[in-house]
């Protein structure tokens, strides 16, 4: 448990501990599962459930486990609005400087998700609905959150998530993966090589120490989005997503 607030509120501090171990523990737990994970005293644990489950953030299934409830995907919504609002300016930037659309998306439920993009200017760009869900293997700013993770992790998302193959060079098992993100680490970007669209290129990168997984990527078309083009785009993403990191670390 993360160290106690100077004047908090102990309750709160205490909700906010299991809402975590529930995250944690890929969003469903049994009552001695989290029994074992805090010091809290069962009874504690039992009470501060009962009200969240009356108050729509948790839901306790048929088989007695608790999950998240559906009440915190509007929290999440909001928070994704309010991060993908401080990334633009970034993601702006990018654009003007490159050329090529810039896009921001998070880890959520073992997907990623678009919160934010700022569009080229040309009448062949790539696009990308703010709001939209995609696996995390077959897309730049998924491979890049995953090189963050540790490969057990990577392996759980992968097999709850599935690995469609959405173009023929999609990657579309999970060693190929590993040996890609082995690479992204090395290299500190990475590169959806016409993985989620034929004729799409993009290159990402993480953006450091952020609260949630995140990445940030620029792409376009093969034709533009090239070796030179890379050369260009590698050093103002990484500037870009460490000026994120650093608005994020003293909001």
């Known amino acids: 448990m993360a160290e106690k607030a100077p004047g908090g509120v102990q309750s709160v501090e205490r909700v906010f501990e299991l809402l975590e171990l529930i995250t944690d523990a890929g969003g469903e737990v049994t009552l001695s599962e989290l029994s074992s994970s805090t010091e809290l005293p069962l009874p ?48 702006k930037s990018l654009v003007d400087r490159l050329g090529e659309t810039a896009n921001m998306a998070v880890l959520d439920s073992d997907m990623v998700i678009y ?54 060079k999609s990657i579309g098992d999970i060693e190929s993966l590993l040996q890609d993100l082995k690479l992204i680490r090395e290299r500190g970007y990475s590169i959806d090589e016409e993985e989620q669209e034929i004729g799409v290129r993009c290159f990402a990168m993480a953006v450091p120490n952020s609260p949630t997984p995140a990445a940030i990527s620029v792409s376009g078309p093969v034709s533009r989005v090239d070796q030179s083009f890379a050369e260009r785009a590698v050093p103002l993403l990484r500037e870009a997503a460490q000026t994120i990191s650093d608005e994020l670390n003293h909001s």
């Open 115 to 168: 919160v934010a993009q700022v569009p080229s200017l040309h009448s062949m760009r790539m696009f990308t609905e703010v709001g939209r869900r995609a696996h995390t293997h077959a897309t730049g700013v998924g491979k890049a959150i995953l090189a963050q993770l540790d490969d057990e992790t990577v392996r759980g998302i992968v097999q709850r998530s599935g690995m469609p193959v959405a173009t023929p």
């Open 44 to 91: 504690t644990i039992h009470r501060l459930l009962r009200t969240l489950v009356t108050l729509g953030y948790i839901r306790q299934l048929p088989n007695r486990r608790y999950a998240l409830g559906p009440r915190l995907i509007r929290l999440g919504e909001g928070a994704n609005q309010q991060l993908g609002a401080l990334a633009r300016p970034q993601l």
